[in-house]
C-alpha cells in the first residue's frame, strides 16, 4: 500500500495551525493511501486534533474513554493484528499514567504503535504542574525498542508523522500545544529521523536543542553574531533516540563548546543524553545543560514560562554569555596557580 508524501495544504497554512493540528490532517491525509492506520484517543479527540481522521475514517477509530492504560493496551492488540495504531493523548499521560502499558505491551513486544504525544514540555502552562511534562524524554529514551522524536514545528510535526511508518517499532512523539511560530518556511529539506539537522553553522559555539527551543535558539544565535561577534551553531536535534552520535562529535571537534537546551528537566532528558555521547568519545570541551533544573515547573502561559526558565532567545543569549564567562573565569584561576 502506498503511503502519503505531501499533504493538500501549503507553507502559508501551516503558519496559522498548531503542531498537533498538522498532525491531524497529516493523519487523516495519510489515511486515504493506507487502510492498515487506525487512531485511538482516551476522550481528547478534539484536544489532540485526532479528530480529522476520527471525521474521516469512523470506522478506524476508537475513542476508549478516560482510560489511557487501556488505550495502549487496544493499541497493542490492533497491532498484534496486522494494523498500524496512532494513540493520540497528553505527554503527561503518555508517559507516566500509561507507562507500564507502553513499556511491556507495545515497547516490550516491539509493536508499531506510533503515540502521539500533544502538550508536551510546559506548552500547557495554565494548566499546571499536573499537565505539564518534563519527563518524557527520560523515560522514553530508557524503554528498549523506542524511537523518541521531538519535531521544532508543525512543518516537521508533519515529516516525523509520515516518516514513523518507516520504523518497524514503537515510535514517541512529542509536540506542543501552542501556536509557536514555524523554524521551516516548508517541507523542502532533508528530514531522516535519527540525523540531526544543522539550522544554523557555527564555530564558536554549539547549541543542540530541540523542539520549541530550537526557534529560540535560531534567534539567539543571530543576537550573538551581531552583538557578540560570536559565531554560533545551531542543531535540531529532532531525534532524541536514536541519537545522531556523529553530529554531536562534530561540533565538539568544530567549535569546542557546547550548550543543550531543552524544554525538559535537565536529569535524563537531551542533555544527559548529549553529555554521554562526549564522555564516551573521550574528547574534552566546555559543556552546559540548560532546561529546568530539577523542578517541577510552575503554572503561567507558556511564553511566561519559557521566559522564565531561559528558553527564550533571551534566555538562551544569557546562558551562552555566562558560559563563557565561566570559561574564561576558569582560565584566569588556572593562571594565578
Not at 247 to 266: G, M, Q
Request: hydrophobic share 40%; charged share 20%; proline share 3%.
Amino acid at each position: 500500500m502506498a503511503v502519503v508524501t505531501g499533504t493538500t495544504w501549503n507553507c502559508y497554512d501551516s503558519a496559522t495551525m498548531t503542531a498537533r493540528e498538522i498532525y491531524g490532517r497529516t493523519l487523516a491525509e495519510m489515511g486515504k493511501y493506507n487502510d492498515r492506520i487506525v487512531g485511538l484517543s482516551a476522550d481528547l479527540t478534539q484536544t489532540t486534533a485526532i479528530v480529522h481522521f476520527a471525521k474521516a475514517f469512523p470506522d478506524r477509530f476508537f475513542n476508549v474513554g478516560i482510560a489511557e492504560q487501556n488505550m495502549f493496551g487496544i493499541a497493542a492488540g490492533l497491532a498484534k493484528a496486522g494494523l498500524i495504531p496512532f494513540a493520540s493523548t497528553m505527554a503527561i499521560f503518555a508517559c507516566l499514567r500509561a507507562g507500564e502499558q507502553v513499556r511491556t505491551d507495545i515497547a516490550y513486544q516491539n509493536l508499531p504503535v506510533k503515540i502521539i504525544a500533544t502538550h508536551g514540555g510546559i506548552s500547557f502552562g495554565h494548566a499546571g504542574t499536573t499537565h505539564h511534562c518534563t519527563e518524557d524524554f527520560a523515560v522514553m529514551r530508557s524503554i528498549a525498542n523506542m524511537t523518541v522524536i521531538c519535531p521544532a514545528d508543525g512543518i516537521e510535526t508533519s515529516r516525523a508523522v509520515r516518516g514513523c511508518l518507516d520504523i518497524p517499532g514503537p515510535v514517541y512523539i512529542r509536540i506542543g500545544r501552542g501556536f509557536e511560530p514555524p523554524c521551516y518556511e516548508n517541507e523542502d529539506y532533508p528530514f531522516t529521523i535519527g540525523k540531526a539537522t544543522v539550522m544554523r553553522e557555527g564555530t564558536d559555539l554549539t547549541i543542540i536543542c530541540c523542539g520549541v527551543p530550537v526557534l529560540q535558539a535560531i534567534q539567539a544565535a543571530k543576537t550573538l553574531q551581531e552583538q557578540d561577534k560570536l559565531s554560533v551553531r545551531v542543531i535540531n536535534m529532532h531525534t532524541i533516540k536514536p541519537l545522531d552520535r556523529e553530529a554531536i562529535i562534530k561540533a565538539v571537534t568544530d567549535t569546542r563548546r557546547i550548550l543543550v537546551v531543552e524544554e525538559h528537566n535537565v536529569m535524563g532528558g537531551l542533555g544527559d543524553a548529549v553529555g554521554g555521547v562526549i564522555a564516551e568519545s573521550g574528547k574534552g570541551c566546555v559543556f552546559k545543560k540548560h532546561g529546568l533544573q530539577d523542578e517541577f515547573a510552575t503554572i503561567g502561559y507558556a511564553e511566561d514560562l519559557y521566559a522564565h526558565y531561559g528558553l527564550d532567545s533571551n534566555g538562551i543569549v544569557e546562558k551562552v554569555r555566562e558560559m563563557l564567562g565561566m570559561e574564561f573565569e576558569a582560565d584566569e584561576d588556572w593562571n594565578d596557580e
